[in-house]
């Protein structure tokens, strides 16, 4: 809408309005905005495997590059004393621990593939400071060549950031958001992405908002109301369950799906070298079902052409057997949605992501504002008549309980069992 449109609509409703943009704002100018008002904001950047976020750690602060991770609850620090570190060099994301006077070690645990060991230290993120934040230092062969920074539910404030911001009144609720400023595809790098603590920007979405329960405290693991490509219902043959983790880029589909959307999209239904074959012209796409809320992926930019045969397959899309419950899902998918995760009420609400350079930011201090609820869909409420037709699932779902959830790599489980093991819980 053009601004003298808009401000003459305005001006009929008896509201002056003069419409802002997040550029207008230097980034610390935008960020002490937003704490003004409950809500702690930062970005992370998508380089070729994770969301990329940096730390201030210890005292004088040093800056750790880490993975930004919904798929785990508490902070694992690559130590500078890694194999990954002394003979990778990969020694950006790893910190120094006798280079800190804020550093207290309170015991040794192994995690993650490697010795490593506890402490307190002071951590800052998003300008907001925590002294005597319970980490986990590795001390040889981590796992990760990188930290992990988990924002997952943890219901200590000494051992979870978000519990953090919450317990002090920087935010309302433990809940948080994302949104990318443009989609992510499996080759992109550089695209940015929004955390909004306490508060989401509904600027950022199209369509309806809908919330989700999880299915355990502690875990992004929600259920999936079904699929389609190119206007046309996949049929599942079983209720699945969807993880939403930023810590991977990989997007795991049913075999059936892969193959319908190769069928739809000329390809045949051909499966060579762990790859769906589709049509080089072709413009592939799917859609996720959660009720009234319908996300669609524009797939075009993950066909490639194949080396083996000269023909052209689906990229970063990995097919996994029709009998598995869970479907990890990384920021390919997560980049074309508004997500916000509530970690104090163990849900998830999303809907499909808007790009705009257009802001709305609102506080978030009891229900998510707008959102539907997923419970409403399956007990057959319709929807609002302000809200947009919903698509009908593609498979006739019943909610799922938590003792129907069989866990699996990914599932980002690990926390709750290690804070327990730690005394952080």
């Known amino acids: 809408m053009k601004l003298s449109l808009l401000l003459a609509s305005l001006a009929t409703a008896g509201i002056v309005h003069l419409p802002l943009t997040e550029r207008e704002y230097t980034p610390e100018q935008h960020s002490a905005r937003l704490a003004s008002r409950g809500i702690v904001h930062a970005t992370q950047t998508k380089n070729s495997r994770f969301y990329e976020a940096e730390l201030e750690v210890g005292t004088p602060p040093q800056k750790i590059k880490g993975c930004f991770d919904t798929g785990s609850g508490l902070l694992w620090l690559q130590g500078v004393n890694t194999t990954n570190c002394l003979q990778h060099k990969h020694c950006d994301t790893a910190f120094n621990a006798s280079a800190s006077s804020s550093w207290r070690f309170t015991g040794e645990h192994s995690g993650w593939g490697s010795k490593g060991n506890n402490g307190n230290e002071t951590i800052s993120y998003g300008g ?5 934040f319970q980490t ?19 219901d200590n404030p000494k051992s979870n950031f978000v519990k953090a911001l919450a317990d002090a009144g920087k935010i309302s609720r433990p809940v948080y958001s994302l949104n990318a400023e443009h989609p992510v595809n499996w080759k992109d790098r550089g695209i940015v992405n929004n955390v909004y603590y306490g508060g989401f920007d509904r600027a950022k979405y199209q369509g309806e908002l809908t ?5 355990r405290h502690g875990t992004y693991t929600m259920p999936l109301g079904g699929f389609s490509t190119g206007g046309e219902a996949i049929k599942l043959t079983r209720e699945h369950l969807v993880v939403l983790d930023t810590g991977t880029e990989v997007v795991f589909l049913p075999n059936s799906t892969l193959r319908a959307i190769s069928e739809k999209f000329g390809g045949n239904g051909e499966f060579e070298n762990h790859l769906y074959k589709v049509a080089c012209d072709s413009n592939p796409e799917l859609t996720y079902h959660w009720g009234y809320t319908n996300i669609s992926m524009d797939l075009s930019k993950f066909v490639d052409r194949s080396s083996h045969d000269g023909k052209c397959v689906l990229q970063g899309l990995y097919a996994q057997k029709d009998s598995d419950q869970i479907l990890l899902t990384g920021h390919d998918f997560i980049s074309r949605a508004l997500v916000i995760y509530d970690n104090e009420w163990d849900s998830i609400t999303i809907g499909q992501a808007k790009y705009t ?4 930011v609102v506080e978030i201090t009891g229900n998510i504002p707008g959102a539907l609820l997923y419970s409403d869909w399956l007990a057959g409420k319709p929807a609002p008549k302000s809200a947009s037709q919903s698509v009908q699932s ?3 779902v019943k909610p799922v309980q938590t003792s129907d ?5 990914g599932e980002g489980t690990s926390d709750s069992e290690w804070c327990q093991e730690l005394g952080t819980c």
């Open 128 to 132: 907001f400071e925590v002294k005597d």
């Open 357 to 360: 350079d257009e802001s709305d």
């Open 211 to 215: 919330t989700l329960n999880v299915t």
């Open 136 to 154: 986990w230092v590795a001390t040889d062969n981590f796992e990760w060549d990188m930290t992990i920074f988990g924002q997952a539910a943890v």
């Open 405 to 409: 959830v069989q866990t699996s790599e």
């Open 394 to 396: 593609t498979l006739a």
